[in-house]
């Protein structure tokens, strides 16, 4: 048997071999650079071991969006957003663009909200396009636990579009996801010729990931931005409107509020002319509603108006979010908001109770058929025109009453002398010769109360009425704003730093109106011993009542201050007609003199008054006695 041997070609090989095996376990070693991330991986995976039972917040510095994302990478995305770590890996810090016939859409991918808002039909004062959100004016965000003890912020995090179109719909869906079947989603659906989308927060497959001992509360703020030439006139009617307790609406006023409210179905943030609104099928049990001022100094030109924040609580259905909803952005313009059968037509402030009747039945009809046919400055007077002859048979009665007191005056004069050491007596033949005669100073005073209703409806229409906006008459550029005949180098405190023609015209209308009845007032004011002498404060009032218009109306919108100036011209025209061709004193004299001689009864109220001031009198002269 032949011994083997180890020849000197084998162990040549052995030696290549080893020598092979050695410069490739040398190439293939890592860098410096890779020991140094192995190692730091390795550390912030024990350190998320060790606070594995502590709450953590994401924040979108922590974590680079994309799909070139490497296994290091990926382990940190975990270690930071948990289950949501895969939405990460197919989203991107871009923003998906949707525009539809009247809206001009984006949505940001970081957070799956609206990041931008324009409404293509319209501009502002200075002609720049319409924007409700934009440029991080806006917030949309759900906070929300999980169940391995993180604090998420949906705006923080990244979310996948999708874009498809059903019909006339473009449906937009932005997902937070988990896997591919498990998931948060925005879902937008957007209809041509339509301010209003259908938008759903729903959940799936969620219901092991979403802690349900924890709140879930949805949070949306804007700050509105400034699209009219007067801030304060545009301030004084931005606020936020909201619906409650099934059907109830309400809203904060210009002031600054903190309120909570209880069964919400909807909430909108009423920037004057435009609206942003929130609106949900399934009420929320609650909400915390702010708004805050954000013009500092009205002198100085800024950018937003007020701060608006709602915060309202989602709940589970099994573990899930469902909660269909609706947004709305568009003109606050009553056809339009009245057309969705939601009760948001109540976001105009047409006024409550008798002067929204008004305004709704009749002045919103007429004034919207009379724009249909007439430029809207002309269909102001011709409103006004017809509002004050339906009214001229009230300025009609209220100056025969003037006229009736005007007339007795002698014969009143002459019962304060006789009786002026016994005023008791003297109101009792006061009130009797009046009674006699069929002439009574609430008889002046009833017509007048009958047109207050009328004039603060109006009061509250023009400014309202969106049809306005922009509309041009004579020298006013836009008849829903101030016009301008002269600007001013400096500001007027309660004036501005403008002149304004149409208040001046309206002051100057009120003052000659005033001088007509307030001439006719001075001459049936009782002058009584002890009080003030009514003439010169009916005179006070005749100056300054136009004043105040001339101050108060010059940043209002021009087309209320047209409204004035027709309204007073057209009253003094009717007082003049009345007095130079319908009534005729003469007459009226006659008619009292045979009133006085015919025997009146007294309705019921004058019997009281007469019992009264005659018990009244026997108890004076009861006293005197005693003192005697």
């Known amino acids: 048997m032949e011994e083997k041997k180890l020849d000197i070609n084998s162990i040549i090989g052995f030696v290549l071999i080893f020598g092979i095996l ?56 975990k270690n930071k957003l948990g289950a949501f770590a895969y939405s990460a890996t197919q989203s991107s810090n871009n923003e998906t663009t949707v525009e539809s ?68 719909v473009t449906v937009v869906s932005m997902k937070l996801k988990v896997s591919e079947s498990k998931f948060l989603e925005y879902r937008y659906e957007i209809k041509d010729n339509d301010y209003m989308m259908d938008f759903t927060i729903r959940s799936q497959g969620l219901s092991d990931v979403i802690n349900s001992s924890q709140d879930i509360n949805l949070n949306w703020d804007l700050k509105g931005y400034r699209h009219a030439k007067s801030i304060s006139y545009e301030n004084r009617y931005t606020d936020i409107h909201y619906e409650y307790e099934d059907g109830k609406d309400d809203y904060t006023g210009a002031r600054d509020a903190d309120e909570d409210l209880e069964d919400v179905t909807w909430i909108g943030y009423k920037q004057h002319f435009f609206t942003s609104v929130l609106l949900t099928d399934k009420a929320f049990k609650t909400a915390n509603i702010k708004a805050e001022n954000l013009v500092e100094d009205e002198e100085i030109d800024t950018v937003y108006t007020k701060y608006f924040a709602a915060k309202m609580p989602l709940e589970l259905q099994g573990g899930e979010i469902n909660q269909p909803m609706d947004f709305y952005f568009g003109p606050s313009e009553f056809k339009t ?47 006004t025109i017809l509002v004050k002859i339906c009214l001229s048979f009230v300025q009609y009665k209220q100056f025969l009453s003037q006229a009736k007191m005007k007339i007795l005056k002698p014969e009143l004069d002459a019962i304060r002398e ?59 550029d836009d008849l829903s704003s101030y016009d301008v005949i002269a600007d001013l180098p400096f500001h007027i405190p309660f004036y501005g730093n403008h002149v304004s023609l149409f208040p001046i015209l309206a002051s100057v209308a009120i003052f000659f109106y005033m001088r ?33 218009m001339l101050f108060f109306f010059n940043n209002y919108a021009s087309g209320l201050s047209l409204y004035y100036f027709i309204s007073n011209l057209i009253s003094i025209g009717i007082i003049l007609v009345i007095k130079n061709f319908i009534l005729d004193e003469d007459k009226i004299h006659a008619q009292i003199q045979e009133k006085k001689k015919q025997p009146r009864k007294q309705n019921r109220f004058q019997r009281k008054m007469s019992e009264m001031m005659e018990q009244a009198e026997q108890q004076q002269k009861a006293q005197q006695n005693k003192r005697k």
Do not use: H
């Open 337 to 383: 908001l009245n057309a969705y059968n939601r009760n948001l037509d109540e976001i105009v402030p047409f006024g409550w109770g008798i002067f929204g009747v008004i305004n709704r039945y009749i002045f919103m009809p007429l004034f919207g058929m009379l724009g249909n046919w007439l430029p809207y400055g002309i269909a102001i007077i011709v409103m």
């Open 22 to 77: 050695m410069y490739m376990l040398w190439q293939n070693q890592p860098t410096q650079e890779e020991l140094e991330a192995e190692e730091k991986a390795k550390q912030e995976q024990v350190e998320a071991e060790k606070k594995n039972n502590q709450t953590k917040t994401a924040t979108t510095t922590d974590y680079t969006l994309g799909s070139d994302i490497d296994s290091l990478q990926l382990v940190a995305l």
């Open 516 to 548: 007509l009845t307030t001439g006719q007032n001075v001459q049936t004011a009782p002058q009584q011993e002890g009080m003030p002498d009514m003439a010169k404060m009916m005179k006070y009032m005749m100056y300054f009542s136009p004043i105040m």
């Open 101 to 168: 016939d009247l809206l001009a859409l984006k949505f940001s991918n970081k957070g799956g909200y609206l990041s931008e808002v324009r409404l293509k039909k319209f501009v502002d004062f200075d002609s720049v396009p319409i924007y409700l959100i934009k440029d991080n004016n806006s917030g949309f965000n759900i906070n929300f636990g999980t169940s391995d003890s993180r604090v998420l912020n949906t705006k923080d995090l990244p979310f996948v579009p999708t874009v498809t179109k059903n019909g006339d």
């Open 418 to 476: 006789k009786y002026k050491n016994n005023k008791m007596k003297a109101q009792q033949e006061t009130m009797a010769l009046q009674t006699k005669a069929g002439a009574s100073p609430m008889a002046g005073c009833l017509p007048a109360l009958i047109q207050i209703p009328v004039f603060y409806a109006l009061f509250q229409f023009f400014p309202s009425a969106f049809q306005l906006r922009q509309q041009k008459f004579l020298w006013a």
